[in-house]
């Protein structure tokens, strides 16, 4: 079964611009949650995804957003970007119907430098 | 205070012997608790789950839950030099939400 996927991979943005992020989750998974990764930081909850729902988000600014489609897939956009919003993004798919449980899979993330 | 807690390491240990890492968390109401691995450069990857006290065996990964102490850990047994990455616990606390600890860097040496 194929496994979460990311695109894109790489991403140079400048300052004041904006950028959509893709994910596709595994096949059968529902739900899809976004993580920022940073050396500072680590790894924090944005938002998550399930049947096209948002049901939980993170500590971040409204720049932040994100949008699941019917077949599952998501994008995540980030607006007016800043230097602070370089980072790793991943996405992270699970089966689970339940918030409560359920084992979340990775994708290869998308880097982001914005300069 | 943060959520989840971890030593950030390094922690080095001999090949073939046990590394212990070690998670506590502050959300007394978490339910959800998994061990993930990350290589530089790459995204994590999960090892294990547990949801009840106790412990739980995959191979050579034990995993063990104390809901009383709220405390995790991981055991790795017969650490091979591939065993060598940052390992990151995860709960899932209050409003549903996975918290990430900071992760521990693990060194095996040959």
């Not at chain 1, 988000?57 to 019917?70: A, I, L, M, T, V």
């Amino acid at each position: 079964k194929a496994g979460v996927t990311q695109t894109p991979r790489y991403l140079i943005k400048t300052r004041g611009q904006q950028v959509t992020l893709s994910c596709s989750p595994i096949s059968g998974h529902r739900s899809v949650s976004w993580y920022q990764q940073t050396p500072g930081q680590g790894l924090q909850f944005l938002f998550e995804y399930f049947s096209e729902t948002q049901r939980n988000k993170g500590n971040f600014p409204g720049r932040f957003s994100g949008r699941q489609f019917s077949n599952s897939r998501s994008e995540m956009n980030v607006s007016t970007l800043e230097l602070g919003d370089s980072a790793l993004y991943l996405c992270a798919s699970s089966l689970a119907r339940n918030p409560g449980a359920g084992e979340q899979y990775f994708g290869p993330g998308t880097r982001l430098t914005v300069t | 205070q943060k959520e989840v807690e971890q030593n950030s390491g390094p922690l080095s240990v001999p090949e073939g012997a046990i590394a212990s890492l070690n998670c506590t968390y502050s959300d007394r109401g978490s339910q959800s608790f998994f061990w993930y691995r990350q290589y530089s450069g790459k995204s994590p990857e999960l090892i294990m789950s547990i949801y009840s006290n106790g412990d739980k065996e995959d191979g050579r990964f034990t995993a063990q839950l104390n809901k009383a102490s709220q405390y995790v850990s991981l055991l790795i047994r017969d650490s091979q030099p591939s065993d060598s990455a940052t390992y990151l616990c995860a709960v899932k606390g209050n409003f549903n939400k996975f918290y990430f600890g900071s992760g521990t860097k693990l060194n095996v040496k040959p």
